[in-house]
């Protein structure tokens, strides 16, 4: 899957701050994901402007299937191992963040 020009350059003619496997997993990431509904919703868990995501997955959308990475069963493991621990990370940041609020009105 080739999602930069030939030289290491974005379709802008500068060089491409995000590496190819980079691109690579964000897009695996984004087909294998239940929970983000939107590309706009995925590229902010990622960190990348939202028409950057959808320019990665509209490349390799023209491809073969047998061409995209699909993952293994080791890769779908720790997909969900790591979907777990995000969301347990999630509910500790929401309580933290109500206690926040709760604390900074008794001070008030």
Same mark, same amino acid.
């Given at each position: 899957?080739? !999602?930069?020009?030939? *030289?290491? $350059?974005?379709?802008? *003619? &500068?060089?491409? $701050? ?10 695996? !990431? ?22 950057? !995501? &959808? ?12 061409? &995209? ?9 720790? !997909?969900?191992?790591? &979907? ?25």
């Amino acid at each position: 899957m080739d !999602l930069v020009a030939p *030289g290491g $350059k974005s379709g802008a *003619g &500068r060089p491409s $701050k995000y590496s190819d496997e980079f691109r690579r997993d964000a897009v695996v !990431l984004f087909r294998a994901s239940e929970s983000w509904c939107t590309c706009a919703a995925a590229a902010k868990e990622i960190g990348v402007n939202h028409e950057t !995501l &959808r320019n990665w997955v509209w490349a390799t959308a023209t491809e073969p299937a047998s061409a &995209r990475q699909t993952l293994n069963a080791d890769e779908q493991a720790e !997909l969900a191992r790591l &979907r777990k621990a995000e969301r347990e990370w999630q509910v500790k940041k929401e309580i933290l963040r109500r206690a926040a609020a709760y604390f900074a009105r008794e001070m008030k």
